[in-house]
């Protein structure tokens, strides 16, 4: 019997891919990559304890794959290898993903997943974003910014809540979704989990990073490689 299992970021993207894919199956594996010397979510910055608390509200195992960072994208794709054969073991044989825009970031996901024999599903591909961002308001999920880059967002924008006054403040050059990276969320109630999760914001902390040269080393095309940000605020979240 197929399965199908779920990057999952702990973000509004894969909540709202996760509540389409539910309504046409059911999901029993969510898979996430976890900085292996911060133990938080990649990019999110979200800690493993509200990630495991996500996990026991939404009922559904998610598989912590631990990373260095700065991994390069060769040695993180023979690592995830050995996830996905692991997996693929074990009778999932699909893998879904939150993508919407980026269209070369699909295609490397398409390429490597082929070379491995598992199939593939992108529930909100080719959607307005906006529209993403109003099911998502609509379908009564409740999601915190807890990441936005520097050059594109203050860090005032930390904590705020998605909602319709949300996007309305949204300055022109960020996408609805955040679909460029501008900004990250954790997901904390809504449709998919039995109950809501307390968090709480300690503190705003900035953090920057740097970009492998390596010129091979991208999973995007050089006519639309993206502009790599460097600074990031982030939100220090913890379990309520």
């Not at 996760?18 to 990649?42: F, G, P, W």
């Not at 914001?201 to 460097?230: H, L, M």
Request: net charge negative; aromatic share 12%; proline share 2%.
């Amino acid at each position: 019997m197929s399965k199908t299992f779920l990057h999952w970021s702990s973000g509004k993207d894969s909540a709202l891919s996760l509540y389409y894919l539910q309504q046409q199956k059911s999901i029993t594996k969510l898979l996430t990559t976890i900085n292996a010397e911060t133990n938080h979510v990649s990019m999110h910055g979200i800690s493993s304890e509200l990630l495991l608390a996500q996990e026991e509200s939404l009922g559904i195992d998610i598989k912590q794959v631990r990373l260095q960072p700065d991994l390069s994208l060769k040695s993180y794709n023979v690592q995830m290898e050995k996830v996905y054969r692991s997996l693929l073991e074990k009778g999932f044989d699909t893998a879904a993903f939150g993508d919407i825009l980026l269209e070369d970031l699909k295609k490397y996901r398409e390429k490597e997943l082929d070379r491995i024999g598992i199939k593939y599903e992108f529930p909100l591909w080719g959607r307005d974003t906006k529209a993403v961002m109003e099911d998502f308001i609509e379908l009564g999920f409740k999601a915190v910014v807890v990441a936005v880059q520097a050059e594109k967002l203050s860090k005032d924008w930390i904590g705020r809540l998605i909602d319709k006054d949300f996007l309305r403040d949204l300055p022109v050059n960020v996408d609805w979704s955040g679909e460029n990276g501008e900004y990250h969320t954790f997901v904390f109630d809504g449709p998919i989990f039995k109950t809501p999760i307390a968090y709480k914001i300690n503190n705003i902390v900035e953090r920057s990073y740097g970009k492998n040269e390596e010129a091979d080393d991208n999973c995007f095309d050089q006519e639309q490689k993206p502009t790599w940000a460097s600074r990031f605020y982030y939100a220090d979240l913890q379990k309520a």
